[in-house]
């Protein structure tokens, strides 16, 4: 069966550094781009970043770009996504998520279950 | 950005209801347009894909249409499993999503 597992909910502090990730199984992990989106109550579903696993090629949304690292170890095909300094703001749920390209139109077809980030003091 | 909108933002029906959700960009996605499904708890779902293409294991009853920069989605008879929240996406530059279409039970 094809997933993607991540890891767990967590709770920091503001300026607290953090690292999630996102294990896939059941299908070759690097022929396909990995997506991290994420999901707050006022601004939706937002698109962070890609990473293609094969070679490591990274793409950000121009939101997101200099605020995050979106990472792979191919050996445990397991993608990542990591914050410096956490802020306040950066609490969201945070997905993962297999991108499918259709040639000129790309979708994300398997989706992990979510990690909840809350970031207070 | 390429900013998707929805209309309406939500809306009450019953089983077996025809129900059509809009989805507006700000500029030409072309065909790049795809359509999620999510439930309260649960991570999106992709419906359609490239505007009216049905994603494997997805119900018939579920279609999309449109070009350009207007989009629609429609569920011919609306099921019990089918209240949820819908979101168009783009792909044509980076991605975005819409802000999505609550349906709930009237």
Known sequence: EEQLVQSGAEVKKPGEFLKISCKSSGYSFNNFW????????GKGLEWMGNIYPGDSDTRYSPSFQGQVTISVDKSISTAFLQWSSLRASDTAIYYCARRFYDPGNWYFDLWGRGTLVTVSS | DI????SPPSLSASVGDRVTITCR????????LNWYQQKP???PKVLIYAVSNLQSGVPSRFSGSGSGTDFTLTISSLQPEDFATYFCQQSY??????PGTKVDIK
Do not use: E
């Open chain 2, 3 to 6: 900013q998707m909108t929805q």
């Open chain 1, 34 to 41: 990995i997506g991290w989106v994420r999901q707050t109550p």
């Open chain 2, 93 to 98: 530059s980076n991605l975005t999503f819409g």
């Open chain 2, 41 to 43: 708890g649960k991570a």
């Open chain 2, 25 to 32: 960009a700000s500029q030409t996605v072309y065909n790049y």
